[in-house]
């Protein structure tokens, strides 16, 4: 049989009591218990462990058991009080998955935040279109997710963090508001096919009864907006993304009525028993944090 954890209990016990029966008393047990759990472990280990004298004491291969011993019961209860949600998973870094602009603009006063009441929380963060982030969340890639999404994401843990205000931005030169015939003529620029701004050209472009866009891909924030000042292309944004953006005095912003706001969903697993350890110290720390009072 494997060696159990009561049986290393009971040996340190012993040891550190120097007796069968004062060990046996201290654990609320028999003494044959306490006789029968230190005869496994010699038969397990095939090794003596003590001398049977008064006081008994540990051999050489007990002494190196008492040490093996102290290190796996330590880990024990560091394992039962991590998965108990009382401490952090030092070991084990959440991995909180992002889009572009929220990782620009929101999220680095909420990782501040964070750092602030915990010191020793440990993650990485990975930035992706909102369709990837939902994917890779669902198969356990990533702990989390922010996402965008005019709706809670079905099927998924859902917290509501943001809401966004949506902008059209186009360089200087072109008229204010803009003509059909520029929103016709002029390219959209945006993140690859599952961006969550990327579906709102199309929508907005559609409620406007225009044709679909050309779209020029692109994978940075900056890259999209240098391009937008030039006037390579058009695009939409966050307003909270482009006023603090060193390009924002080489923009025009076009504030639409027909651009609805879209919010922002920090998203996990819907089965929490799924979920590890410091995404549940995560959730707690956004739900008490003072940076969401702008949500």
């Keep these: 049989m494997a060696m159990q954890i009561k049986s290393l209990e ?150 509501h963090v943001w809401t966004e205000k949506l902008v059209l931005i186009s360089s200087q030169k072109c008229s204010e508001p803009l003509s059909k015939q520029e929103l016709m003529q002029k390219k959209f620029i945006a993140f690859k096919q599952g961006c969550s701004y990327r579906r709102i050209i199309d929508l907005f472009l559609s409620s406007c009864h225009l044709p679909a866009a050309s779209i020029i891909e692109m994978g940075s924030l900056d890259g999209i907006i240098s391009c937008v000042s030039l006037d390579v292309g058009l695009a939409i944004l966050p307003i909270s993304y482009i006023r603090q953006s060193h390009f924002a005095d080489r923009v025009q912003v076009h504030d639409l009525d027909l651009l609805t706001p879209m919010h922002t969903y920090l998203i996990a697993d819907q089965d929490r028993s799924k979920w590890a350890t410091n995404m549940h110290h995560f959730v707690e720390h956004l739900n008490k944090s003072q940076v969401l009072n702008s949500r």
């Design 10 to 159: 009971i040996f340190m016990s012993v040891v550190n009591l120097g007796s069968f029966s004062e060990a046996a008393r201290a654990l609320h047990t028999v003494q044959s218990n306490v006789t029968s759990h230190i005869k496994k472990l010699e038969t397990e280990l095939n090794v003596e462990l003590l001398h049977r004298h008064h006081p008994i004491q540990p051999t050489r291969a007990g002494q190196q058991l008492y040490g093996y011993a102290k290190q796996m019961l330590h880990l024990q209860r560091e394992v039962l009080d991590t998965f108990r949600n009382t401490t952090l998973a030092a070991a084990f870094p959440l991995e909180i998955g992002s889009m572009e602009t929220t990782a620009a603009v929101r999220l680095p006063a909420l990782f501040h935040d964070l750092q602030q009441s915990l010191p020793d929380f440990q993650f990485s963060l990975t930035t992706a279109p909102s369709r990837d982030l939902i994917d890779w969340v669902k198969s356990s890639r990533l702990d989390c997710a922010f996402v965008a999404s005019p709706d809670p994401i079905e099927g998924m843990f859902n917290v």
